[in-house]
């Protein structure tokens, strides 16, 4: 089983950016596509990002794309969610999590996730 541990959320301007980390612990993190999923109170959770631990590809939902970047290092366990141009709407907990199936079009299956970070984005 993987274990996540979210860190580098806070509190920004409009604007700011912000980059969230991810270790993961397990001997088959590279066996797994990771991504980023957020919930913001009252609301649905939202797929973020994903990226397909095989081909490397990787998607984004249309209210983040141009703004945020996702990248993994197998090596290190480890993937990470760069958020420029952070808008208010953005605010929300982040999780990071294992992902079933990811590639440029669509994602599903959030299998494993981590207690989340807090971002905050003010206006």
């Known amino acids: 089983e993987v274990q996540l541990v979210e860190s580098g959320g806070g509190s920004v301007q409009a604007g700011g950016s912000l980059r969230l980390s991810c270790v993961a612990s397990?001997?088959?993190?590279?066996?797994?596509?990771m991504g980023w999923f957020r919930q913001a109170p009252g609301k649905e959770r939202e797929g973020v990002a994903c990226?397909?631990?095989?081909?490397?590809?990787?998607r984004y939902a249309d209210s983040v794309k141009g703004r945020f970047t996702i990248s993994s290092d197998n090596a290190k366990n480890t993937v990470s969610l760069q958020m420029n141009g952070l808008k208010p709407e953005d605010t929300a907990t982040y999780f990071c999590?294992?992902?079933?199936?990811?590639?440029?079009?669509?994602?599903?299956?959030?299998?494993?996730w981590g207690k989340g970070t807090l971002v905050t984005v003010s206006s």
């Open positions: 990226i397909n631990s095989r081909d490397g590809s990787i």
């Open positions: 999590t294992t992902v079933s199936f990811c590639s440029s079009d669509i994602s599903y299956g959030w299998d494993y």
């Open positions: 397990g001997p088959t993190f590279g066996n797994y596509h």
